[in-house]
């Protein structure tokens, strides 16, 4: 089991009966799949029971393209002894993907800058405690910053 560059695998999510199982099962293929409206289409956020579009509580979880835009970017600097194993302050960005969908995440591996607005990434996966998670990889770096 490979260890997280940001968190402690104490905070690996329960996969069975949690709300994302369908997105963690697919990870572990390497797939990512997120919720769209079972009836009318409509991509849904990860928590999202009703549609706004349609109003259906009809959840189907399909595989999109692991691909997107940083919408936005955030550094933290908070500390969690334990938890947060990283040392230096770390990105969660907000990614537009193609699939209508918005995922927050984080890098995979800890970047030496913060991404910019705009920037294309793929979506790959980090391993926390044995459970794959979506995490963002810069595929054009913009600034000197990005690891080459
Ligand atoms: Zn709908």
């Given at each position: 089991m490979?260890t997280d560059?940001?968190?402690?695998e104490?905070l690996?999510?329960q996969?069975?009966g ?9 990870a572990a ?6 919720p769209?409206c ?10 999202q029971?009703v549609?706004d ?8 979880w ?9 919408h936005?970017?955030t550094?933290v600097?908070?500390?969690e002894?334990g938890?947060?194993v990283?040392e ?6 907000d990614v537009?993907?193609?699939s209508?969908?918005?995922l927050i995440m984080?890098t ?8 910019r607005i705009?920037d294309p990434v793929a ?7 044995g ?6 990889a ?7 910053e990005?690891t080459?």
């Open positions: 490979t560059w940001l968190l402690s104490t690996a999510p996969v069975e949690d709300l994302l199982a369908p997105l963690y099962e697919a293929h390497g797939v990512l799949a997120l769209f079972g009836e009318c289409g409509t991509p849904l956020d990860l928590d029971q549609c579009g349609c109003g259906a509580d009809e959840i189907a399909r595989p999109v393209e692991p691909a997107g835009t940083v936005s970017a550094r600097h908070r500390r002894p938890l947060v990283a230096e302050p770390y990105p969660v960005l537009e993907l193609s209508g969908h918005r984080t995979r591996t800890a970047p030496p800058g913060l991404p705009g979506v790959v996966f980090r391993e926390l405690g459970v794959s998670i979506p995490a963002a810069l595929t054009t770096p913009s600034t000197s990005v080459p």
